[in-house]
């Protein structure tokens, strides 16, 4: 069965820090890939999506960014963070293409304070 | 279109009611809607979807209808338990690989 990890679960950062999440999935080849961000109380923002290594679409400009080195690994980074990169971040990962049921499976999130 | 910016709306029902959850969407090319349960501090799980050239579909306890019409998809949950409180939101395939998420709503089930 296929199964999707992320972490850090959390993780508190000072202004101006690095950053680095990271997603893998097990059980799949050739998955599309997704960054979402939920600041506290709001809905789902896409930030990026992937459909195959080093393929990456940004959905808003930001200040992040994301790579995809291996089949099954996402990774979001900044290299300076801002106090509105705070929220709730989730990867998630579907089969190709997008499309019926169970059409995004979600990991645990990572829920990101930059003090 | 996305909503990311705004509060939540909520839904508050007592434990046995009918709940409906109301969802509009703006892509009429979309192929499928999907609703998702997101409980406090958990990723989002799939509840139920609905493909364009579908009305109704029912599930265990809920049912998704869709009005292509008005561009309106609800989400009806049948005599409501308190594990049913959770954030609810509706999503739309939209483009090739993207599933964009509406507004959420929260739902609280009083005992």
């Known amino acids: 069965s296929q199964t999707i990890h992320q972490w850090p679960a959390t993780l508190v950062q000072p202004v101006g820090s690095p950053l680095s999440l990271e997603c893998t999935v097990e059980g799949t080849s050739n998955p599309n890939l997704y960054w979402y961000r939920q600041a506290a109380g709001r809905g789902l923002q896409l930030l990026f999506y992937?459909?195959?290594?080093?393929?990456i679409s940004s959905e808003v400009p930001q200040n992040l960014s994301a790579s995809r080195p291996q089949d099954r690994q996402f990774i979001l980074s900044s290299k300076k963070l801002l106090l509105s990169d705070s929220g709730f971040y989730l990867c998630a990962w579907s089969v190709v293409p997008l499309s019926g049921a169970n059409v995004l499976t979600f990991g645990a999130g990572s829920r990101l304070t930059v003090l | 279109g996305e909503s990311v910016g705004l509060h939540l709306p909520t839904l508050s029902v007592q434990e046995g009611d009918n709940s409906i959850i109301n969802c509009a969407y703006s892509?009429?090319?979309?192929?499928?809607f999907i609703w998702y349960k997101q409980e406090s501090g958990k990723g989002p799980q799939f509840i139920i979807d609905?493909?364009?050239?579908?009305d109704k579909r029912q599930g265990q306890r809920v049912t998704v209808l869709l009005n292509k019409t008005v561009k309106h998809l609800s989400l009806q949950i049948a005599a409501t338990q308190p594990g049913d409180s959770a954030v609810y939101f509706c999503?739309?395939?939209?483009?090739?690989?993207?599933?964009?998420f509406g507004t959420g709503t929260r739902l609280l089930v009083s005992p």
């Open positions: 892509n009429s090319a979309s192929d499928y």
């Open positions: 992937s459909v195959g290594i080093g393929q």
């Open positions: 999503a739309e395939i939209s483009g090739f690989q993207k599933l964009v």
């Open positions: 609905i493909r364009s050239n579908m």
